[in-house]
C-alpha cells in the first residue's frame, strides 16, 4: 500500500516537473474498412530548375551513369522508395507546354523559355515518351497536367488520344512513327494548374466553364481532375462542384495546393537555419492541412455525399528560401529532420481522411522544394523526407484503421499544438502505425489499447537526429536515416512505448 502510494507520488512530481508525457492511442481495428490509396504517396516533378534535368534525366551521352538518359542512382532510389505516382509537367510550367513541341526526333524539337521558372531554355528534350517511359521503368503510373491556360481544347484532346488510344487516328499514326507501338496507360490526366492563378487568372465560373468543354473531349475510361482551390478559397470550391457535378461523368477528381510556408513571399526562412520557433511554426502550419481537407471536404460533401469524386493534394510540403548562390527561379533548397516530420504529419493527415483524399503529391520529387532527393552531378542525396516515403509506405493500399488519440500539448510561447501525430493501418495481417513526436524537448509515453487481435511479432523503425536541423548532405549523408526501433510484443491488447523528442516512428505488429 505504501509502496504504491509512493510510486503515484513520484508519478504525479514527474508529471509536475514537465519530464514525462502520455499519449493513449486505441485503434479500432474492427472498423478498417477504408483503402488508403497508394497515390496518396505520389510525387511530383516540374520542369522546374534541376528536377528533370541534371535531377532525372540527363541524356544517354552523359558521363552519369544512366539507362536510356535517365539517372540509374535516381530511378534506384525512387524504386527503393516504393513511388507509386508521378505527375508532370507541372506546375505552372504545365499551361505554358504544347505536347508536340516535346515528341519526334530530338534534334528537330524546338527550343522555348521557360517563362516561369528562371527563364531559361527548354530545349524540350525530355517531353511524353520520355516521361511515360519512365514511369514504366520506376513502375509509378503517370498522372499528365493538361494546358488550359495558354492551350487549346483540340490539342488536349489530342494528346489524350496520342497516349491512350489503340485505334486508327492520326495522332496513333504519329505516336507510332515516333517509336511508340502500343498506347501507354494513363488513367490520371489534371485539366488545368492553378487556374486562378499561373494557369490564367480566372475566376472560379469561369474556369469551371472552360474544365466542363475540356474535359468533354478528354476521351476515354480517364480519371479525370479539375483544378481546384488554393489553400482555404472555399469559394473556388463550391462554385467549381456545383458548376462541374452537373455532368457527373467528367469529374472524377478535385485538386487543393497548401505549401507549409511563412507568410512573407520576400522572405520565407531558412530551410536549415532556425531555432524553435522556426520549428515550431512550420509544424503548427503544417497541421493547418487537416482543418482544410475537412472544411473542403464539407463542401464536396454537399454534391458528392457518396464521396465518388478525390480530393487531390497535388502539391503540397515545404517552400523555404533557396540555397545561397543558387537560381532563385530554381527553388533548390536543403532538407531537415523538421521537413520529415512535416513530411510524417501531412502523410498521417492524408491517411485519415483517405475516405475522401486519393492522391497526394509533394512538391517536387527532385532538387525542387522538399525533395525526396538532390543531385550534385553524379553524386545523390536521399534526404529525411525520403526516409518518411520509404518508412511510410506501409500504407500503400492497406485498409486505415480509424484511431482515437488523445495526446498532451507542446507548448511555445503560449501558443500549444498536439505533441503526438498518428495514423494505422493494416495489410495481409500486420498492423503499421505512423507516429511523429512534435515536441523537440520531451520524449512521450504512447499507450496503445489494441483489442481485438494477436499478435505474435512487434518491430519499429524510427528516423531522428541529435538537432532539429541535422540534414544530410553531398558529404554527411547518413545523418537523418531509418533506423530500427524496438517495440516490445502487446499483452492482452496493452502496448506501451517511448516516443522519442522530434521523431518519426513506424511500429508494426503481426
Ligand atoms: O511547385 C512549384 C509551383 O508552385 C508550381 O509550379 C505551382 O503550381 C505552384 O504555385
Known amino acids: 500500500m505504501r509502496k504504491q502510494t509512493y510510486s503515484l507520488l513520484f ?3 514527474l508529471i509536475s516537473m514537465g519530464s514525462f508525457a502520455q499519449t493513449t492511442i486505441s485503434l479500432q481495428t474492427d472498423q478498417a474498412k477504408t483503402t488508403i490509396s497508394k497515390e496518396i504517396y505520389g510525387h511530383f516533378a516540374e520542369h522546374l530548375g534541376r528536377c528533370i534535368y541534371g535531377g532525372i ?7 552519369i551513369s544512366n539507362i536510356q538518359g535517365y539517372r540509374e542512382d535516381v530511378m534506384g532510389a525512387l524504386k527503393d522508395m516504393h513511388i507509386p505516382l508521378l505527375r508532370w509537367p507541372g506546375g505552372c510550367f504545365a499551361d505554358t507546354y504544347h505536347w508536340k513541341d516535346g515528341i519526334g526526333p530530338r534534334q528537330n524539337r524546338p527550343s522555348i523559355v521557360n517563362v516561369n521558372w528562371g527563364g531559361v531554355t527548354e530545349d524540350n528534350s525530355f517531353g511524353t515518351h520520355e516521361f511515360l517511359n519512365f514511369c514504366e521503368l520506376i513502375g509509378a503510373e503517370p498522372y499528365v497536367n493538361i494546358n488550359v491556360g495558354s492551350g487549346t481544347v483540340q490539342e488536349a484532346s ?3 488520344e496520342y497516349v491512350t488510344s489503340s485505334n486508327v487516328s492520326p ?3 504519329l505516336r507510332k512513327k515516333n517509336g511508340r507501338e502500343k498506347p501507354w496507360d494513363v488513367k490520371f490526366w489534371g485539366i488545368g494548374n492553378e487556374n486562378w492563378g499561373c494557369g490564367g487568372n480566372m475566376t472560379p465560373e469561369y474556369y469551371a466553364d472552360l474544365y466542363n468543354r475540356f474535359a468533354t473531349y478528354c476521351h476515354g475510361d480517364l480519371y479525370r481532375i479539375a483544378g481546384g482551390p488554393n489553400v482555404a478559397d472555399y469559394n473556388w470550391m463550391e462554385v467549381l462542384m456545383q458548376k462541374t457535378t452537373r455532368h457527373r461523368h467528367l469529374v472524377q477528381g478535385v485538386s487543393l495546393h497548401y505549401y507549409t510556408f511563412t507568410t ?3 522572405d520565407k526562412g531558412s530551410a536549415t537555419d532556425f531555432d524553435e520557433k522556426g520549428w515550431f511554426s512550420v509544424l503548427n502550419k503544417t497541421l493547418r492541412m487537416d482543418e482544410l481537407i475537412t472544411k473542403h471536404s464539407a463542401i464536396m460533401d454537399k454534391y458528392d455525399p457518396e464521396k465518388k469524386i478525390g480530393l487531390i493534394v497535388d502539391e503540397w510540403g515545404d517552400w523555404f528560401n533557396v ?7 530554381f527553388l533548390y533548397q536543403q532538407n531537415t529532420l523538421r521537413d520529415a516530420l512535416v513530411a510524417g504529419i501531412n502523410l498521417n493527415i492524408f491517411n485519415n481522411h483517405s475516405d475522401r483524399v486519393k492522391m497526394a503529391n509533394i512538391a517536387q520529387m527532385v532538387n525542387v522544394l522538399q525533395s525526396v532527393i538532390l543531385t550534385k552531378d553524379d553524386q545523390m542525396v536521399l534526404t529525411p523526407t525520403y526516409f518518411v516515403f520509404k518508412m511510410y509506405a506501409v500504407h500503400q493500399d492497406a485498409k486505415l484503421i480509424p484511431l482515437n488519440l488523445n495526446t498532451e500539448d507542446y507548448e511555445l510561447d503560449g501558443k500549444k499544438i498536439p505533441a503526438v501525430s498518428a495514423s494505422a493501418s493494416e495489410k495481409d495481417g500486420v498492423v503499421s502505425v505512423t507516429l511523429c513526436n512534435l515536441n523537440p524537448n520531451k520524449s512521450e509515453t504512447v499507450d496503445f489499447d489494441i483489442s481485438g ?8 523503425e524510427i528516423i531522428t537526429a541529435e538537432n532539429m536541423n541535422d540534414y544530410n548532405d553531398f558529404d554527411t549523408k547518413e545523418k537523418v536515416t531509418l533506423k530500427s526501433f524496438e517495440v516490445n510484443k502487446p499483452k492482452k491488447g496493452k502496448l506501451s512505448i517511448e516516443l522519442p523528442a522530434k521523431s518519426v516512428v513506424l511500429v508494426q505488429l503481426q
Open 11 to 13: 508519478a504525479l512530481l
Open 57 to 63: 534525366f540527363v541524356g544517354e551521352d552523359s558521363d
Open 158 to 160: 489530342e494528346w489524350v
Open 171 to 173: 495522332m496513333t499514326d
Open 264 to 266: 512573407a513571399w520576400e
Open 323 to 329: 540555397e545561397e548562390g543558387t537560381n532563385p527561379g
Open 453 to 460: 487481435m494477436d499478435f505474435n511479432t512487434s518491430s519499429g
